[in-house]
């Protein structure tokens, strides 16, 4: 009674939780302009719109997968051996079509057999991706890649994509912004984006209603998995090379937190592309502080670890899980 009480209140008005994440963005954002020296310094804020721009875009891709009422644990191995790999095959003198196509058909694939253990195997989705994350990792790096960090080749179009400014703002931002269009239309303006709704709402009422849910489970993995490549190739262009480390950093759970934290419910079957970019802002400017205040790593995750288990905790008061979405078992 107390958590829908709770619903209710965060529901009403202007207490809605997508307004307070963007007030506490601002409140946040002054008060370390105010406090941090260098916060505010153009240089500084091109580094946080430029990391909230490669964390989104990865958010993109968990977002439509949570809002199908899924989970996608493989999203950062995927981001890394996939644009590690294809920076190998140029390095070792393929042509920059036969790397692209051959990173992207596996890529592909990795995404088709996610989906199918999820849709007609019955794995649960927690299961299934945090498998075929650690095959992925596994698999490139012991066979495919040379070392951990892969050079992006000099000359490269990622390499001068890296330094392409738009009105002094990085063209990383903009890439993000294009990715958050396109995800809206699609999830409110197509047939298919308003099945990944109805699935998440409701998946037993989706299927009796006619609604092809196992391709429609496989396409919204395939399409995290696309958006992932995306991302790694995004941030390649950025550092001027992969490091295939990140796959045991904590960026995995740093998505997961701009989604929740941004009102994607983990029940799925609501939120959208204004959720995923308020989330980003928020953690982007809550990374930025803490890196400047110099906190350590360690700190740092426990500061995230924190926060992620309250923007759960107030998830499900918002959001309570009902008896399909426990029978379901994919999160």
């Known amino acids: 009674m107390a958590g829908l009480q709770a619903a209710g209140i965060f529901r009403q008005g202007f207490w809605s939780q997508e307004r307070i994440v963007l007030g506490l963005s ?12 260098g916060f505010a310094e153009p240089a500084n804020l091109i580094s946080i719109v ?12 968990m977002a439509i997968v949570i809002i199908g009422r899924g989970i996608d644990l493989a999203a950062v191995a995927i981001m890394a051996m996939s644009a590690a790999w294809y920076l190998q095959m140029l390095n070792d003198g393929w042509s920059e079509a036969a790397a692209f196509a051959i990173a992207l ?19 649960p989705a927690i299961f299934a991706t945090l498998a075929s994350g650690s095959f992925v990792f596994g698999f490139v790096r012991s066979q495919l890649i040379t ?3 892969i050079p ?24 993000f912004g294009g990715a958050c269009f396109v995800a809206y239309l699609f999830l409110r303006f197509t047939k298919w984006g308003r099945y990944v709704y109805f699935m998440g709402d409701n998946l037993m009422a989706a299927r009796n209603i006619g609604i092809p849910v196992r391709p ?5 993995y395939v399409l995290s998995a696309v958006i992932a490549l995306a991302a790694g190739l995004l941030t390649a262009s950025s550092l001027h090379s992969m490091n295939t480390r990140i796959v045991n950093s904590t960026l995995l759970y740093d998505i997961i937190l701009v989604v929740v934290i941004g009102g994607i419910g983990l029940s ?13 802002i928020l953690i982007g400017i809550m990374l930025n502080a803490m890196t400047i205040i ?38």
Request: aromatic residues 4%; negative net charge; glycine residues 12%.
């Open 294 to 331: 110099d906190i350590p790593n360690i700190y740092q995750n426990l500061i995230k670890s924190t926060v992620l288990l309250i923007a759960i905790i107030v998830d499900s008061l918002l959001n309570p899980r009902d008896e399909q979405t426990a029978q379901q078992g994919d999160i």
């Open 147 to 149: 070392q951990d960090a």
């Open 216 to 220: 429609m489970n496989m396409l919204r």
């Open 268 to 280: 799925g079957g609501k939120g959208g592309m204004r959720n995923v970019i308020g989330g980003a």
């Open 152 to 175: 992006v080749p000099a000359g490269h179009w990622l390499e001068q994509l890296g330094g392409v400014r738009i009105l002094d703002i990085p063209a990383e931002v903009f890439i």
């Open 26 to 37: 601002a409140l946040l954002f002054l008060v370390s302009a105010i406090a941090l020296p």
């Open 105 to 123: 058909a596996a890529v592909l694939a990795i995404g088709l057999v996610n989906g199918f253990l999820i849709a007609y195997a019955d794995v």
């Open 50 to 61: 430029r990391s909230v721009s490669v964390l989104g875009l990865l958010a993109v891709g």
